[in-house]
């Protein structure tokens, strides 16, 4: 199994420790790799980590990466997008200070999404989310200029809700979290991902 993180921005190093750990935890082998270029595209899912959406989108736009990564994902890939990377999954996507911008975005998850929806005063909180859909149970999680998941619709089904906002959606191959899973004690984010890599 071939797992990519791209690697523009924001915590490789964290995820790949994680995704390592779920692995192990799961007792298989796999090979992690940073994803730049459409070249580094043949992985067998994909996660796109937090960050700042706005460049992780244009960047991505420039290498030529996100229309064929978009291709790739409507065609089964599966990608874990967290944070940032949950943003670049929606398919409306609005600013809780500006409102809707455009930004280059993947667009293919049927969630909501508003970005820096905690605003200046919590910027950044930790807080315990129910992980039961997981097998994790309660657990300490972070967030990070973190936006929310306002609505679900089509085939995205909700993982877990925290304060009135979704923050783990599921759409078939694709899964969106609005915290940092890599930032957590628990591999159960990972593990749980890797499981829909396997499938
Ligand atoms: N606030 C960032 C954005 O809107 C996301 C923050 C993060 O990924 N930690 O893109």
């Given at each position: 199994?071939?797992?990519?993180?791209?690697?523009?921005?924001?915590?490789?190093?964290?995820h790949a420790l994680q995704t390592r750990r779920a692995l192990d935890v799961m007792?298989?082998?796999?090979e992690i790799v940073p994803v730049k270029q459409k070249k580094d595209l043949d992985v067998d899912g994909i996660i796109i980590p937090g960050g700042e959406s706005t460049t992780i989108g244009i960047v991505a736009s420039k290498m030529g990466l996100l229309d064929?990564?978009?291709?790739?994902?409507?065609?089964?890939?599966?990608?874990?997008?967290?944070?940032?990377?949950?943003?670049?999954?929606?398919?409306?996507?609005?600013?809780?200070?500006?409102?809707?911008?455009?930004?280059?975005?993947?667009?293919?998850?049927?969630?909501?999404?508003?970005?820096?929806?905690?605003?200046?005063?919590?910027?950044?909180?930790?807080?315990?989310?129910?992980?039961?859909?997981?097998d994790g149970g309660m657990q300490r999680v972070v967030f990070i200029r973190a936006p929310a998941i306002l609505k679900v619709w089509g085939n995205a089904q909700s993982l877990s809700k925290f304060q009135g906002t979704y923050v783990i959606v599921k759409e078939g191959s694709l899964l969106a979290t609005t915290f940092h899973p890599e930032l957590s004690s628990t591999t159960k984010v990972h593990e749980y991902f890797i499981s829909m890599v396997r499938k």
């Open positions: 199994m071939k797992i990519g993180i791209l690697a523009y921005q924001g915590s490789f190093e964290e007792g298989l082998d796999g064929e990564l978009k291709a790739k994902a409507n065609e089964g890939l599966p990608v874990l997008g967290t944070c940032a990377g949950a943003i670049m999954l929606g398919k409306e996507v609005s600013d809780a200070k500006v409102g809707k911008k455009s930004q280059p975005l993947l667009g293919i998850m049927d969630i909501s999404v508003m970005r820096n929806y905690y605003g200046r005063q919590r910027e950044s909180f930790e807080a315990n989310v129910d992980l039961s859909e997981l």
